[in-house]
């Protein structure tokens, strides 16, 4: 009589199933394997390894450039002649790729560590490489049109670099039980020797890396210099249409200390303050004067320039997304502004005592004040009363002419020179984009009394960075954010550094080695052979000698300890070696046939 045993139970394992299923589509418990991953998904692991590595620098570097949105847009806008954000459709296809991809990632460092198969679905693997297209065409575009933004990563780690230090030190320390893990399930000594050195190269060289990471502010509180003046561009384009009298009244508002301005000159000779050399963004020129809206703004009379309205745009655009925290009564101000003379910026400043950095815009070829262009400006500026020492000019044109009338103005050079040069040539200032000066040259220009202004900083953190490094001015477009910072964001004293990256070393030594003692505590002291670890993935048929050593390992064993007349551990039954193999009783011959009888 044959004895007929119990179907063997197996407990749900939801956790895994999602695991295999999310990734590789294999929902069904033999659909899964320990077999080791094949080259191939190898491959498509490096792959993806690779496309996590470059959304997370993309990501990072979008999100950190929020600082220059608004020069990306008007960059765009040059290029397709009309405005948009484009900007928040960037970033949401960011995050959403960054997303997508660590999910991936994880699920994958998953599977290394439960010991299962990888076998990356095939949807995944499309959408993975169009991720990784995409972040290439990305990457190489930006290269290629906006190189010099690159250099915003590199200036953000002078301020983040000390918290991303603790950061990657704690995400590699977590990372020990995964290593540990393979080091106590390989049996190659070979393999487990390069993947320790491997990893403790790691992490040996981030708990070295403060000692190469430079920050300005990491420094004591007493070498900390006062705070940078705020010089706001076009007034404060962020609470009102810039180059707009309601503009510059904002930045007094937000505290701004002075103006920076681009001046053009009206066919009748007026100057008025213009950004663009056209009317088409700020205005609705292409409304009133259908047939000249390309026109350069300095082919127009001042009385056709003040009957066109410079506010509507900012409301339909809303190029800083900040229209919504305008009032009422505001948003009908901005509605009906109109463009600005300069002389009506000049007499604000004088009333507030702030100063005004003057740029100017030639006037185009037979334009009737093209050669008297700087009189028209500086006419305008003596007839205001502003005090000279309260004008830094900018332009390069002439320079000598305007030294020789105004010699108390302030010569500001936007060419990036030694300070003995500067000082050589009678300049009291210097105008940089901020990825173009370090703290070492700011501490030199200002031993030889050359001030220093940097544009365009719209971020706290900057603000803190460049305060850190020595800056006396930047020019903003968000004058009231950056008048709320009263100390740097990211300053501290070199003996707290010090005490946090001692101590985050030390705890990550005592967890790593904590979790590979009892990794190896816990896989090596294993030694019983599970059925279900030895099971063929039905989506990979192949013979593998390591599995049929295991099959006979299984059997011998199961013969030593007696198992072979026991009801639940017969060979017969559903836990047996047999099952697996879909052979039934039949399968093992004669010899099977007399253990399962009476």
């Known amino acids: 009589m044959i004895k007929h045993q119990p179907l063997q139970y197996y407990e749900p394992q939801l956790c895994l199933s999602f695991l295999?299923?999310?990734?590789?589509?294999?929902?069904?418990?033999?659909?899964?394997?320990?077999?080791?991953?094949?080259?191939?998904?190898?491959?498509?692991?490096?792959?993806?390894?690779?496309?996590?590595?470059?959304?997370?620098?993309?990501?990072?570097?979008?999100?950190?450039?929020?600082?220059?949105?608004?020069?990306?847009?008007?960059?765009?806008?040059?290029?397709?002649?009309?405005?948009?954000?484009?900007?928040?459709?960037?970033?949401?296809?960011?995050?959403?790729?960054?997303?997508?991809?660590t999910f991936l990632q994880i699920l994958a460092l998953c599977h290394i560590t439960v010991g299962q198969q990888m076998n990356l679905y095939w949807m995944h693997k499309v959408a993975l490489m169009m991720v990784l297209i995409t972040l290439?065409?990305?990457?190489?575009?930006?290269?290629?049109?906006?190189?010099?933004?690159?250099?915003?990563?590199?200036?953000?780690?002078?301020?983040?670099?000390?918290?991303?230090?603790?950061?990657?030190?704690?995400?590699?320390?977590?990372?020990?039980?995964?290593?540990?893990?393979?080091?106590?399930?390989?049996?190659?000594?070979?393999?487990?020797?390069?993947?320790?050195?491997?990893?403790?190269?790691?992490?040996?060289?981030?708990?070295?890396?403060?000692?190469?990471?430079?920050?300005?502010?990491?420094?004591?509180?007493?070498?900390?210099?006062?705070?940078?003046?705020?010089?706001g561009n076009r007034g404060a384009p962020m609470l009102a249409p810039e180059n707009t009298l309601m503009s510059f009244q904002r930045a007094v508002e937000e505290r701004a200390d002075g103006f920076f301005v681009n001046v053009t000159i009206s066919y009748d000779g007026v100057a008025f303050v213009m950004h663009d050399t056209t009317l088409r963004r700020t205005t609705n020129v292409e409304e009133v004067f259908r047939d000249r809206a390309l026109d350069n703004a300095a082919n127009f009379n001042w009385t056709d320039l003040k009957?066109?309205?410079?506010?509507?745009?900012?409301?339909?655009?809303?190029?800083?997304?900040?229209?919504?925290?305008?009032?009422?009564?505001?948003?009908?101000?901005?509605?009906?502004?109109?463009?600005?003379?300069?002389?009506?910026?000049?007499?604000?400043?004088v009333r507030r005592n702030l100063s005004v950095m003057v740029d100017l815009w030639r006037p185009p070829a037979?334009?009737?004040?093209?050669?008297?262009?700087?009189?028209?400006?500086?006419?305008?500026?003596?007839?205001?009363?502003?005090?000279?020492?309260?004008?830094?000019?900018?332009?390069?044109?002439?320079?000598?002419?305007?030294?020789?009338?105004?010699?108390?103005?302030?010569?500001?050079?936007?060419?990036?020179?030694?300070?003995?040069?500067?000082?050589?040539?009678?300049f009291a200032g210097l105008n940089l984009r901020y990825n173009r000066i370090n703290?070492?040259?700011?501490?030199?220009?200002?031993?030889?009394?050359?001030?220093?202004?940097?544009?365009?900083?719209?971020?706290p953190w900057l603000l803190s960075v460049l305060w850190c490094a020595g800056v006396q001015s930047v020019t903003s477009d968000a004058c009231q954010l950056l008048s709320k910072v009263q100390s740097p964001n990211w300053m501290m004293q070199p003996d707290e550094y010090l005490t946090l990256w001692v101590a985050s070393d030390i705890i990550s030594v005592t967890i790593v080695v904590g979790i590979f003692i009892l990794q190896k505590y816990r896989l090596g002291s294993m030694r019983s052979y599970n059925p279900e670890q030895i099971m063929l993935s039905a989506a990979v048929r192949r013979s593998s000698r390591d599995v049929n050593i295991m099959k006979e390992k299984l059997i011998f064993s199961e013969i030593n300890n007696g198992l072979a007349g026991s009801d639940d551990g017969s060979l017969c039954s559903e836990s047996g070696f047999d099952s697996y193999m879909n052979d039934g009783v039949g399968g093992l011959g004669s010899r099977g046939r007399k253990n399962c009888m009476d």
């Open 366 to 426: 037979g334009h009737p004040y093209r050669s008297t262009w700087l009189n028209v400006t500086l006419d305008a500026i003596f007839h205001s009363g502003i005090p000279h020492q309260l004008v830094k000019w900018l332009p390069g044109a002439e320079r000598w002419l305007v030294r020789h009338i105004a010699p108390s103005f302030q010569q500001v050079s936007s060419l990036k020179l030694n300070a003995t040069e500067l000082r050589s040539q009678g």
């Open 439 to 459: 703290a070492d040259q700011m501490r030199d220009y200002a031993s030889r009394n050359i001030s220093t202004n940097v544009y365009l900083v719209n971020e």
């Open 307 to 349: 009957e066109l309205n410079a506010g509507r745009w900012f409301y339909q655009e809303d190029p800083f997304w900040t229209v919504r925290e305008l009032s009422g009564k505001e948003m009908e101000e901005a509605l009906n502004q109109s463009l600005c003379r300069l002389a009506d910026v000049l007499q604000l400043a």
């Open 136 to 231: 290439l065409i990305a990457m190489a575009s930006v290269n290629q049109m906006w190189k010099e933004e690159w250099d915003i990563i590199l200036i953000s780690f002078q301020a983040t670099a000390p918290f991303l230090h603790i950061g990657a030190v704690a995400v590699v320390t977590l990372l020990a039980w995964l290593v540990a893990g393979q080091f106590a399930r390989s049996e190659r000594i070979v393999f487990q020797a390069l993947f320790l050195i491997l990893y403790m190269g790691v992490l040996l060289a981030l708990y070295l890396l403060p000692l190469v990471i430079y920050s300005p502010c990491i420094m004591n509180r007493e070498d900390l210099g006062p705070r940078p003046n705020i010089i």
């Open 20 to 101: 295999t299923g999310i990734y590789g589509c294999r929902w069904k418990r033999y659909q899964r394997s320990h077999d080791s991953t094949t080259k191939w998904e190898q491959l498509w692991f490096l792959i993806l390894s690779v496309t996590f590595f470059l959304s997370v620098t993309w990501f990072y570097f979008w999100w950190e450039v929020h600082n220059d949105y608004n020069e990306f847009n008007w960059y765009m806008y040059k290029r397709k002649g009309y405005w948009s954000d484009w900007s928040v459709p960037v970033l949401a296809l960011a995050g959403a790729g960054f997303t997508y991809v």
